[in-house]
């Protein structure tokens, strides 16, 4: 994991697995669908640091996912390695 003070919003999902191309997280984005620290974002390049808490639209909707950032990356590697980058605080 990288030593990182922020990331942008959309890379950051994209290296968590939240969609499968990056284009794809940066328009979940813009949907409105995604929370930073309960405060809607439309911004793909919004920052992110360890600590926010992200709420995501869950599976099936009309749930929602929780995430607490614990790591930011410089790559998207594997589904394992995604997962250290949050803690689930809430999930269906």
Request: with cysteine; proline share 5%; hydrophobic share 40%.
């Amino acid at each position: 994991m990288a030593d990182l003070e922020y990331q942008r919003l959309d890379i950051w999902l994209w290296h968590a697995r939240v969609c499968r191309q990056r284009h794809d997280c940066a328009a979940l984005v813009e949907r409105g669908a995604v929370r930073i620290n309960r405060q809607v974002t439309t911004k793909p390049h919004s920052k992110i640091r360890i600590g926010d808490v992200l709420g995501l639209p869950g599976h099936p909707k009309p749930e929602v996912r929780i995430w607490r950032v614990k790591a930011l990356a410089e790559k998207r590697g594997s589904a394992p390695e995604a997962s250290f980058l949050y803690d689930i605080i809430h999930e269906n």
